[in-house]
Nanobody, 123 residues
């Protein structure tokens, strides 16, 4: 099970850190991703982190967002800086058991999802 938290209102240019807590299973074997869904839009890839700790980012957030993980605490983080109004969305964390070198970008690749946390960026 996954639980995402840390969302809230923030002004443009500000920062937020989202967290995703995992329970059960072996966290270190999971490929973790963050996705977001704005009203009226499809769920889109934001960032992901491999088992080895390599991060992957959507072009729209590259240089502003940083994904990281703490295997001992079974947590994955999304540090979001220089937020823009277009970053407003519900953010979801997702997980997939994976081999060490796997990379997954599509929502359909992931089998486990958190409940989502709302990020609202005002201009």
């Amino acid at each position: 099970q996954l639980q995402a938290y840390g969302g809230g209102p923030v002004q443009a240019g500000g920062s937020l850190r989202l967290s995703c807590a995992a329970s059960g299973g072996t966290f270190s074997r999971l490929f973790m991703g963050w996705f977001r869904q704005a009203p009226g839009k499809e769920r889109e890839f934001v960032a992901a982190i491999s088992r080895s700790g390599s991060g992957y980012y959507a072009d729209s957030v590259k240089g502003r967002f940083t994904i990281s993980r703490d295997n001992a605490k079974k947590l994955v983080y999304l540090q979001m800086d220089s937020l823009k109004p277009e970053d407003t969305a519900v953010y979801y964390c997702a997980a997939k058991p994976a081999i060490l070198t796997a990379i997954y970008y599509s929502p359909s690749d992931y089998g486990s999802w958190g409940q989502g946390t709302l990020v609202t960026v005002s201009s």
